[in-house]
Every structure is written in structure tokens, then in C-alpha cells.
């Protein structure tokens, strides 16, 4: 059974910066694509980006790039979301997503797991 759980959230400012982790267990970590979306009150879940089984693959909305990056660590089973130059628009409550081979990545219907989720608020 895999279980994500996220943590890293909270309040900050605009132009601050956060870092969100996804904390991953159960079997074959390697075998997930793992991805971030988030969603803001009254809006859609939207992909935010995701990195590939290795790491050496990331992609990003348009809406993250140049601000946002995302990392891997195979070895202790978690993904990472740095965020910067932080705007209230980013202001949502992020997921991260896992899905062994999701045939669109930036679709949220795509993944077969999914966290809790962790508040992000970004105050101007």
C-alpha cells in the first residue's frame, strides 16, 4: 500500500520561499513517477510539476519556471518541492501525486495516489 504524506507548509511573505516534501512509503519507490499539483479555493487541481523514477527528469508548469524546482532522493523514499520568489497566486494547498506510469503526467486523474495535502499562503 503507498502512503504520501507532505509537509514544509505554512505562511510567507511574497518573494519568500518554501520547500515541500513528499514522504513516500510502501514498495518500489523507484517504479513511481511522482508529481505536485495544487489546488486554490474555487479552483481546479493543477499540475505544479513532476520528476521521473531516476531524477534526472523534471518538468514544470509554465507557472514554475524559474521559480520552482523539484528533487528526489531514491534512498530515503521522498520528493522535494523548493519554491521561490513566492507570489499569492501560489497560494494553495499542495499534493504530491504518484502514479507508476500515468499516461498524462499533468493530469491529476492520471495518479493512483495521492497525499493530504500541505497549505502553502503566500501573503503580499
Known amino acids: 500500500q503507498v502512503q504520501l504524506v507532505e509537509s514544509g507548509g505554512g505562511l510567507v511573505q511574497a518573494g519568500g520561499s518554501l520547500r515541500l516534501s513528499c514522504a513516500f512509503s510502501?514498495?518500489?519507490?523507484?517504479?513511481?513517477?511522482i508529481s505536485w499539483f495544487r489546488q486554490a479555493p474555487g479552483n481546479e487541481r493543477e499540475f505544479v510539476g513532476g520528476?521521473?523514477?531516476?531524477?534526472?527528469?523534471?518538468w514544470l508548469a509554465d507557472s514554475a519556471k524559474g521559480r520552482f524546482t523539484i528533487s528526489r532522493d531514491n534512498a530515503m523514499n521522498t520528493v522535494s518541492l523548493q519554491m521561490n520568489s513566492l507570489k499569492p497566486e501560489d497560494s494553495a494547498i499542495y499534493y504530491c501525486?504518484?502514479?507508476?506510469?500515468?499516461?498524462?503526467?499533468?493530469?491529476?486523474?492520471?495518479?493512483?495516489?495521492w497525499g493530504q495535502g500541505t497549505q502553502v499562503t503566500v501573503s503580499s
Open positions: 520528476v521521473s523514477w531516476t531524477g534526472q527528469s523534471v
Open positions: 501525486a504518484a502514479d507508476l506510469n500515468p499516461r498524462q503526467r499533468a493530469q491529476s486523474r492520471d495518479y493512483a495516489y
Open positions: 510502501g514498495q518500489s519507490f523507484p517504479s513511481y513517477i
